[in-house]
């Protein structure tokens, strides 16, 4: 694996690299057999649901109404700073 990650790792730490694997691959194994056939698979422990609301239009400004207060304004728009150079 450290090969692959390409990491550079002693042989003390690929030992207890190997250790620690052994273990996750052990608790992987339990989990495993816990989980009877009939046990769906699942990627979270509670429904997801979508809770976001309906996409209704609400009350909108008029483009008078948008400008009325904008600092400077032009042919219906707002007008802003330059930041390019150029056109």
Known sequence: MAQLAHLEMSETELEKMAGEL????????????????DVPAT???????????????????TQEEALQNAPDAEDGRFKVPAILEGE
Do not use: W
Not at 51 to 61: A, H, I, P
């Open 22 to 37: 052994g273990v996750i691959v052990n608790a992987i194994k339990s989990v495993s057999e816990a989980a009877g056939d």
């Open 43 to 61: 990627s979270h422990p509670l429904p997801l649901t979508n809770v976001m609301r309906e996409d209704v239009v609400g009350q909108t400004l």
